[in-house]
């Protein structure tokens, strides 16, 4: 059957090539027209394993079209961003409502439209809907509307899609059932249903929310640890040693797209978050945590040089959203840091501001020409301390000797615990781990 996939992003577009793959005709339509023209020439514009192999054989057997129009289909999926507002906390749903409005002159009865694109609570009921609704026909009698969340994990989008389960809420039972017997052509593991599309995007949800606030024990732990003088990953493995306790680990906060997000969509149209919003500040307060132990370390950061190894949003990735590495270096160089001294009393004359250190970056899975990225040997030539953030196998691999050498001091903060630290010991190197 036909499909057309609105938004080849990150999801639309693993998702196009496997329907692709798996026989099906589809359509895959992206507003962007540098996108568009960048994958009708066979230019996968996102790094993902294994996808341009996959993009391309679905481009290739004709069953795969980019096109800068949206067709008819007998299936539209819509997999376009939600983007976070860190200000009001919010998801913004206009390009949800954007895809609703393009599939309108589209939608024939006996359609299926579904929404993948992880939303607010009611999203698929109290805003798509009636925009789909436009179109004079109606959700779940003339045509069939359901959301279906992704839960992949990018680095292993392709093997996820089809092994992970799925969970699909329809608006009414002869929408969820429509959706279902699409997803069958593909995945592998359990389709479970739910009473409404309500719940599977809360599900969604909360499967995230559980990862982000498990994170924030874990890195709670490790502040306590460190007050007791023990090594929190030791503690932690240990502790999992129970049939019950499955404690993540910890690190320089969290990023991507999903978890230092997701939660505050499910407060969106509720007051309840209280825990979960005080996870998601432990986990955000962890930049600021780093700075207490570089500043401890080295005695004091003013006309200091870190170097970040890492600004991707985790290890051998190479998309940079809500990096804890980025994060880090903005509040290193933060005008709070510079005014550390509080200014003099009126009329008094001014204290000279702290200097706030220098930053160096460096991430060999990083692309992005906006950033001043270094070489690593660039990067920590003269540095005082290293900050380790992300679990790049290429981090885990460097050499102590050839860094001690460029560096002008010992400290090495490995927020990732992937360094050897006898290794770095042995080479002069004070480790300290988060
Ligand atoms: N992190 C830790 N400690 C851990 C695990 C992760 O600090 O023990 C950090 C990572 O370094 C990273 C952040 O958390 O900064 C998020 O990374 P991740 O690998 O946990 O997850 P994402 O954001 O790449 O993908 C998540 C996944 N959700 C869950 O595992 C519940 C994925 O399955 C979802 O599809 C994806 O969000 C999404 O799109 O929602």
């Not at 001091?409 to 190197?429: M, P, S």
């Amino acid at each position: 059957s036909t499909l057309c996939i609105h938004g080849l992003g990150y999801i639309g577009l693993p998702t196009a090539a496997m329907f692709a793959n798996y026989g099906h005709d589809v359509v895959g339509y992206d507003t962007s027209e540098e996108v568009v023209s960048r994958l009708s020439q066979g230019d996968v514009h996102i790094d993902e394993p294994g996808l341009r192999a996959f993009v391309t054989q679905a481009i290739e057997s004709d069953k795969l079209t980019i096109s800068n129009e949206v067709v008819s289909a007998k299936y539209h999926i819509i997999c376009v961003p939600t983007p976070f507002d860190r200000e009001s906390k919010e998801a913004g749903l206009e390009y949800v409502e954007s895809a609703g409005e393009a599939i309108v002159p589209h939608l024939r009865p006996g359609d299926t439209v579904i929404l993948e694109s992880t939303v607010p609570p009611g999203t698929t009921a109290d805003v798509l809907r009636p925009v789909l609704e436009e179109s004079t026909l109606e959700a779940g009698k003339d045509f069939a509307l359901a959301h279906c969340p992704e839960t992949v994990l990018p680095g292993d989008i392709i093997t996820e899609l089809k092994q992970n389960a799925r969970i699909i809420g329809g608006v009414n039972g002869v929408s969820t059932e429509a959706a279902v017997r699409l997803y069958e052509s593909f995945v592998e593991a359990e389709i479970h249903t739910t009473a409404d599309a309500t719940t599977a995007e809360f599900v969604k949800l909360i499967q995230n929310t559980f990862r982000d606030a498990n994170i924030a024990i874990a890195n709670e732990i490790a502040k306590l640890s460190h007050d007791y003088e023990i090594d929190s990953r030791e503690a932690i493995s240990l502790a999992n040693e129970h049939p019950r306790v499955n404690i993540h680990h910890p690190g320089p906060g969290v990023g991507g797209h999903c978890l230092p997000v997701d939660p505050w969509f499910l407060g969106q149209n509720s007051e309840k978050l209280d825990l979960i919003k005080h996870a998601r500040e432990v986990n955000d307060g962890m930049s600021s945590y780093i700075i207490d132990i570089l500043d401890e370390e080295l005695d004091g950061l003013e006309d200091s040089t870190i170097a970040i190894l890492g600004v991707a949003y985790k290890g051998n990735v190479g998309d940079t959203r809500e990096s804890p590495g980025l994060k880090l270096a903005r509040e290193l160089q933060s005008p709070a840091m510079q005014e550390e001294e509080p200014a003099l009393a009126d009329g008094g004359p001014q204290a000279d501001p702290v200097k706030a250190p220098t930053v160096t970056l460096h991430d060999p899975h990083v692309t992005d020409q906006t950033l001043q990225l270094s070489p690593l040997e660039e990067a920590v030539d003269d540095a005082d301390a290293i900050v380790v953030t992300t679990d790049h196998d290429e981090f885990e691999e460097m050499d102590p000797h050839s860094v001690g050498r460029w560096m002008d001091g010992d400290l090495i903060v490995d927020t990732k615990a992937i360094l050897d630290e006898h290794d770095w010991n042995t080479e002069g190197f004070r480790v300290s781990r988060i």
